[in-house]
């Protein structure tokens, strides 16, 4: 994975949670300069924080078993047949 990746990763994160932020101001109704610099700057730094711990998992090569269970099929369930019950101990 590239730096185009990890760039855009940082940006799907910032620009949203500096929207969001910039609107919890707006709607409070204190909106000023202050508070749109205030907003992207806990956008970007969340943003940092975010894509770094994404690498350093990466780096790290970490098991995600939700990850890498998507796709594969998965193991037929046994039918419980309810006429034959095994009895406790019998094997």
């Known amino acids: 994975m590239g730096a185009a990746y990890w760039i855009k990763g940082y ?5 949203p949670l ?4 910039a609107a919890v101001e707006w709607y409070q109704g204190d909106f000023a300069a202050q508070d749109m610099l205030s ?7 969340a943003a940092a924080l975010f894509t770094a711990s994404r690498y350093r998992r990466y780096r790290a090569s970490k098991y995600c078993g939700r990850c890498e269970d998507i ?9 419980l047949n309810p006429g034959k019950l095994e009895k406790p101990g019998a094997n």
């Open 11 to 15: 940006l799907l994160a910032a620009l």
């Open 18 to 21: 500096f929207a969001i932020l």
């Open 39 to 45: 907003a992207a700057a806990w956008a970007l730094i």
């Open 71 to 79: 796709g594969k099929p998965r193991a037929p369930a046994k039918a």
